[in-house]
């Protein structure tokens, strides 16, 4: 994190793309299901998963011939690599959600707690370093591309101000299923 | 009867030896005179105080009657303890030469600081009260960050020194008096400039997806648009070179907008930590008359005639 020692900085400098909740038809709305967002990050790697009847199931990183010779069969599964961005976060209205430097493009899933399937959003965009001043350091700014996602809890999605930076304007409205308004 | 006595009584006394009987004799005189002096005398003597009074108030009057006059040749409302142009001030001619100067303090920068610029302003001036400004110069910048290591620079298009910028504007003497060699002023300025803008600074890692990528930007171009309100003054040093200073407040109404970065230094204007600031300069002007307009010689012959016409008496 770069350092800053000026009164002109701005205080609140963290670059986020904001999701703002509404309903199917566009009323604003708190959505009170946990919602969990995870990014989905380049590269994966090889999960063993080791099952017998009658004996629990063993995950491991590598492979384990022991198990194998006691009769337990094997399963290897291509995991790609993960990290939480927000957690359950439930009864808000919208989602400040960082996005990646330097990729092209970023994958989020979005987890309910009230839904077994979660959906995926998939966001294009170009970035930028940006500096204000130079005793404030450089941050990272965002301009939206295109933005889709798969339609689980999610009627449909949009861009609203493609510029992401950290002014906290509302970026992308998500339109969900079946939520009633707060009024 | 009583001046009779008042002379012999004087005429008497004044032939005394010495000075202290001639002093004594003078003041038994003013006595003499104090108790002989009738109350007839005295209502003449009242008579000849408001005569005089009388003769003073006409001169006072007379007095006004000038001064109104003044005012209504001038056409605005003076007072007596004010400056009054004279009449050969009426006469000066509206072209009164220019001034050539450059800022000293924002050289020093230039060449010494990470920041500055290079100036050249030619300053017409009207009246000795209107001077209309145009200010050129080069600003650059080359700003490295103690702490963040990130560095800020202002390049120009095609200039090597630097971004060129132009001013213009109008002075005004606010001094009452506007045909002395010193100047007392209050202006404005619009300035315009373009220019490139890079950034370099140390690699950015991403936290969350755990990349590096360089910070490296390379001539943004920006154009800027500013003004300035200024105030200062001018003294004459030596024959045609004046000196002065001016404190600027200045104003920045608009810069191309980039993704990059808002620009750390506009040239001309300066650092763009605010949206306004003061600034300060500290001029060497050369006050030169080429160009102002010289009566001929059949006009200066002329001009000499009618004085010579008007008072024939004066001798020159």
Redesign the interface.
């Known amino acids: 994190m770069?350092?800053?020692?000026?009164n002109?900085c701005p205080v609140d400098n963290m670059v986020t793309c904001n999701y703002y909740f509404y309903n199917s038809e566009g009323t604003s709305i708190s959505y009170a299901p946990a919602i969990t967002v995870s990014?989905i990050?380049?590269g994966g790697r090889n999960v063993y998963v080791y099952r017998k009847i009658g004996e629990e199931t063993v995950t491991a990183d590598k492979r384990m011939q022991e198990l194998i010779d006691f009769g337990y069969s094997e399963t290897i599964r291509y995991q790609r690599n993960d990290?939480i961005?927000i957690n359950k976060a439930s009864g808000k209205q919208y989602l400040e959600v960082?996005m990646?430097?330097?990729?092209p493009a970023d994958t989020l899933l979005f987890t309910y707690s009230n839904i077994s399937n979660p959906d995926t959003v998939y966001v294009e965009h170009d970035n930028?370093?940006?500096?204000?001043?130079?005793?404030?350091?450089?941050f990272?700014?965002h301009?939206i591309k295109s933005i889709r996602a798969t339609d689980n809890a999610i009627d449909h999605i949009e861009i609203v101000n493609p510029?992401v930076n950290y002014d906290k304007a509302e970026n992308i409205k998500i339109y969900f299923y079946d939520v009633e308004s707060d009024e | 009867m009583t001046k009779q006595r008042i002379s012999r009584y004087t005429s008497m006394m004044w032939n005394q030896t010495n000075r202290t009987s001639r002093i004594m004799a003078l003041l038994l005189c003013f006595f003499v005179f104090a108790a002989n002096m009738s109350a007839q005398e005295a209502n003449d003597s009242l008579a000849l105080i408001n005569d005089s009074l009388a003769i003073k108030d006409a001169e006072a009057d007379s007095l006004r009657q000038v001064e109104k006059e003044a005012e209504y040749e001038i056409g605005g409302k003076i007072k007596p303890s004010k400056y009054i142009p004279t009449e050969e001030d009426m006469k000066q001619t509206f072209f009164q030469g220019f001034t050539v100067s450059t800022d000293l303090l924002n050289m020093g920068l230039y060449f010494f600081s990470s920041y500055g610029n290079i100036d050249a302003s030619l300053r017409l001036n009207l009246l000795n009260t209107y001077f209309p400004v145009v200010e050129l110069g080069v600003g650059k910048c080359d700003k490295t960050d103690f702490n963040t290591k990130i560095r800020f620079k202002t390049d120009a298009p095609f200039l090597k020194l630097g971004a060129p910028y132009l001013k213009v504007g109008v002075d005004y003497n606010l001094l009452k008096n506007k045909w002395q060699t010193n100047k007392l002023l209050i202006g404005l300025r619009y300035g315009i400039t373009n220019y490139k803008c890079s950034i370099e600074g140390p690699d950015q890692t991403d936290p969350i997806w755990k990349t590096t990528g360089p910070l490296e930007v390379n001539s943004v171009s920006a154009t800027s648009h500013y003004a300035e309100v200024v105030f200062g003054c001018q003294v004459k040093i030596w024959s045609f070179i004046h000196m002065g200073w001016t404190a600027r407040y200045k104003m920045e109404i608009h810069t191309t907008k980039n993704l990059y970065s808002h620009p750390y230094y506009i040239p001309g204007y300066g650092t763009t930590v605010n949206g306004s600031y003061w600034g300060a300069t500290y001029n060497i002007c050369f006050d030169l008359n080429w160009g102002k307009k010289k009566p001929s010689v059949k006009q200066v012959v002329e001009n000499a005639i009618e004085d010579i016409k008007q008072n024939p008496n004066e001798k020159k």
Do not use: R
């Open positions: 770069a350092s800053c020692y000026s002109n990014a990050l380049p990290t961005l960082p990646s430097y330097f990729n930028f370093s940006h500096v204000d001043l130079p005793e404030c350091g450089s990272s700014y301009y510029t």
